[in-house]
């Protein structure tokens, strides 16, 4: 999707069309781009980017702030859009994915035909730009999809991949960021053809195991399928503070709200998780973690809070900058509960307050599904209010 949070919010107030436009934090609260439209990208403002910095190039630039639940909703009927074509659908992200029609075409045309009623069908029921790329492999699918943003449509052939490759920066090989790009620079590679003309062998040498990786890319070479469920290995969710935060109460609060935001994504999603892992951040920006495993997985907030104020505890008590937690050993919810051997159970069974948590979870996502998250929270997350 074209700069998607952008153009959602675009969409939804047109008044926004053809103005610089970012998603993102307040710049007086060490906010984050998320997201820019093509208006302001033309003046540098790109995501990752702090706002402060975005104001600094473009000072007329128009800050929303997020609104998830909106993205997420327009996600799943973009998704919905793909899973009419083929079951075998990859999602990368909230506004991302792979596609493999091998074998659709019979019902629905060449691969070409089927990326552009795709992009039809998402304009037409969600208002939004999409850019596809068709090609043989992941990688080169990928890259056909950035060529000619925004409203792209690229279609790569067999026979045209060694010439399409051989001019372009390394840069853009899957998976060669910025260091790996300057260290291949020093080697004196400029282009993927560059790499090409080498031999595995060479490149093995010089860069070890991710020399073979390069060395099939810039080929056009790429042997990963199109996974449906990817497995996901962690989950989690951290924020800078606005100021450095020293209150243990008011960190305990921030705390609570990860966990039962965390807690919510992971049912979401069908998943659950033993290990929890707490991040900190100093003033001075050392950062430290702090982890725990637990007998058996959850995706209750109330237990992830539980281990993660513990682990809070375990963190000097100086003023932190950023606080986060993880939720790392994920698991299917359709799974079954690991028992231990010999009639062990009660050891690792999941308690009975857990279960009736788990129940209560159940209603509460309900409510927040039909009405949105404030619909329902932990009374401890709320600012304390002082009566004069």
Same mark, same amino acid.
């Given at each position: 999707?074209? =700069?998607?949070?952008?153009?959602?919010?675009?969409?939804?107030?047109?008044?926004?069309?053809?103005?610089?436009?970012?998603?993102?934090?307040?710049?007086?609260?060490?906010?984050?781009?998320?997201?820019?439209?093509?208006?302001?990208?033309?003046?540098?403002?790109?995501?990752?980017?702090?706002?402060?910095?975005?104001?600094?190039?473009?000072?007329?630039?128009?800050?929303?702030?997020?609104?998830?639940?909106?993205?997420?909703?327009?996600?799943? /009927?973009?998704?919905?859009?793909?899973?009419?074509?083929?079951?075998?659908?990859?999602?990368?992200?909230?506004?991302?994915?792979?596609?493999?029609?091998?074998?659709?075409?019979?019902?629905?045309?060449?691969?070409?035909?089927?990326?552009?009623?795709?992009?039809?069908?998402?304009?037409?029921?969600?208002?939004?730009?999409?850019?596809?790329?068709?090609?043989?492999?992941?990688?080169? =699918?990928?890259?056909?999809?950035?060529?000619?943003?925004?409203?792209?449509?690229?279609?790569?052939?067999?026979? $045209?991949?060694?010439?399409?490759?051989?001019?372009?920066?390394?840069? /853009?090989?899957?998976?060669?960021?910025?260091?790996?790009?300057?260290?291949?620079?020093?080697?004196?590679?400029?282009?993927?053809?560059?790499?090409?003309?080498?031999? /595995?062998?060479?490149?093995?040498?010089?860069?070890?195991?991710?020399?073979?990786?390069?060395?099939?890319?810039?080929?056009?070479?790429?042997?990963?399928?199109?996974?449906?469920?990817?497995?996901?290995?962690?989950?989690?969710?951290?924020?800078?503070?606005?100021?450095?935060?020293?209150? /243990?109460? $008011?960190?305990?609060?921030?705390?609570?709200?990860?966990?039962?935001?965390?807690?919510?994504?992971?049912?979401?999603?069908?998943?659950?998780?033993?290990?929890?892992?707490?991040?900190?951040?100093?003033?001075?920006?050392?950062?430290?973690?702090?982890?725990?495993?637990?007998?058996? =997985?959850?995706?209750?907030?109330?237990?992830?809070?539980?281990?993660?104020?513990?682990?809070?505890?375990?963190?000097?008590?100086?003023?932190?900058?950023?606080?986060?937690?993880?939720?790392?050993?994920? $698991?299917?919810?359709?799974?079954?509960?690991?028992?231990?051997?010999?009639?062990?159970?009660?050891?690792? =069974?999941?308690?009975?307050?857990?279960?009736?948590?788990?129940?209560?979870?159940?209603?509460?996502?309900?409510?927040?599904?039909?009405?949105?998250?404030?619909?329902?929270?932990?009374?401890?997350?709320?600012?304390?209010?002082?009566?004069?």
């Amino acid at each position: 999707m074209d =700069a998607f949070y952008a153009s959602i919010e675009i969409r939804d107030d047109p008044s926004l069309a053809g103005r610089p436009v970012a998603v993102g934090g307040a710049a007086d609260k060490r906010g984050v781009i998320a997201a820019a439209s093509y208006a302001a990208r033309t003046f540098g403002v790109r995501s990752a980017m702090s706002t402060a910095r975005a104001f600094a190039l473009c000072p007329q630039l128009v800050l929303i702030a997020p609104h998830f639940d909106k993205y997420t909703r327009d996600s799943r /009927r973009i998704m919905s859009v793909f899973q009419r074509f083929t079951p075998l659908v990859e999602p990368l992200s909230l506004d991302e994915a792979y596609l493999d029609v091998a074998g659709c075409e019979r019902l629905f045309g060449s691969a070409e035909s089927i990326g552009m009623r795709i992009k039809h069908e998402i304009l037409r029921e969600t208002g939004l730009v999409a850019s596809i790329g068709v090609a043989p492999t992941k990688f080169l =699918a990928k890259l056909a999809s950035d060529m000619d943003k925004p409203d792209g449509f690229r279609v790569i052939r067999a026979e $045209e991949v060694a010439t399409l490759l051989a001019p372009l920066p390394i840069g /853009r090989i899957h998976g060669v960021g910025e260091r790996t790009a300057k260290r291949l620079e020093r080697l004196g590679y400029r282009t993927i053809g560059d790499l090409a003309a080498r031999s /595995r062998e060479q490149l093995e040498r010089e860069l070890g195991t991710l020399g073979g990786w390069i060395h099939e890319l810039a080929r056009g070479v790429d042997p990963r399928r199109v996974t449906p469920r990817r497995t996901e290995k962690s989950h989690g969710m951290e924020r800078t503070f606005e100021q450095d935060v020293a209150s /243990r109460d $008011e960190l305990r609060r921030h705390l609570l709200e990860y966990c039962e935001e965390v807690a919510y994504e992971l049912r979401h999603r069908g998943l659950r998780g033993r290990t929890i892992t707490l991040k900190a951040r100093f003033s001075d920006f050392e950062t430290i973690t702090r982890s725990k495993t637990l007998d058996f =997985a959850t995706h209750l907030g109330a237990r992830l809070y539980s281990v993660a104020r513990e682990l809070l505890d375990r963190v000097p008590e100086q003023p932190l900058r950023l606080l986060g937690v993880q939720v790392s050993g994920l $698991e299917d919810v359709r799974a079954p509960l690991q028992q231990t051997l010999f009639g062990e159970a009660e050891s690792v =069974a999941v308690p009975e307050r857990d279960q009736r948590l788990e129940r209560i979870a159940v209603g509460l996502d309900k409510l927040r599904d039909k009405y949105g998250a404030a619909a329902a929270r932990p009374a401890s997350t709320l600012a304390p209010v002082v009566e004069r």
